[in-house]
């Protein structure tokens, strides 16, 4: 079984569209996250929720709005597509306690094209 | 904020050790990590580090100076699969759980 699955795994859309990302782990952690990868491969955080509680917030347009509906899921729901916004956008789960390494676990991963 | 630095691309033989450096700075450290992706997919786990020292797993090492603000991975016995890139990744102290990732090291294994 998939610990951390998304889908699509592949989207071309055309600017201006609106589309979603769904994200689930079946790990039993309680935060999940939102990464995105550009084409230089940098690996950059979007998002950061902790048992349905937004946390992490950086600096990403409004356009980008994400959805915990509980600690098992969290959606990525982009408005308005821009070319610009053509990235492979990563979901990922982590269990955060004190002593532990709070090991970083990644999805597959979302091909996003906007033509 | 943090800032960390790796070597963009490195080439090693089948069978010879290879060595990643990561530098960084950060306001406040919590943990260093080490990824692999390969190209095409998920990152995925391989060392973290906390402490200064070595940490050994198999064929992989990681490495920790946090006076230095340094670390590397080493990875020995290199074989066709390890070509991949490796993101050495940073935990500052602030809330969330936040992880900085360095750009990654392409690494190419040659026969």
């Known amino acids: 079984d998939t610990a951390v699955s998304q889908t699509p795994k592949y989207l071309v859309t055309q600017m201006g569209n609106d589309k979603s990302i769904k994200c689930e782990q079946n790990l039993g952690h309680d935060t999940m996250y939102w990464y995105k990868q550009d084409s230089k491969k940098f690996l950059k955080i979007m998002f950061s929720y902790n048992n349905k509680e937004l946390i992490i917030n950086e600096t990403v347009p409004n356009r980008f709005s994400p959805k915990s509906p509980d600690k098992a899921h969290l959606n990525l729901h982009i408005n308005s597509l821009e070319l610009g916004d053509s990235a492979v956008y990563f979901c990922a789960s982590s269990q955060v306690s004190e002593g532990s390494g709070n090991t970083i676990y990644f999805g597959e991963g979302s091909w996003l094209t906007v033509v | 904020g943090q800032n960390i630095d790796q070597p963009t691309e490195m080439t090693a033989t089948e069978g010879a050790i290879v060595q990643i450096n990561c530098t960084y700075q950060t306001s406040g450290f919590n943990g260093l990590f080490w990824y692999q992706q390969h190209a095409g997919e998920a990152p995925t786990f391989l060392s973290y580090n906390v402490l200064d020292g070595l940490e050994e797993k198999g064929r992989f090492s990681s490495f920790l100076s946090r006076s230095k603000g340094y670390s590397y991975l080493l990875l020995k016995e290199l074989q066709m699969k390890d070509s991949a890139s490796y993101l050495c990744?940073?935990?500052?102290?602030?809330?969330?759980?936040?992880?900085?990732f360095g750009g990654g090291t392409r690494v190419l294994v040659k026969p």
């Open positions: 990744a940073v935990r500052g102290k602030a809330a969330g759980n936040k992880l900085t």
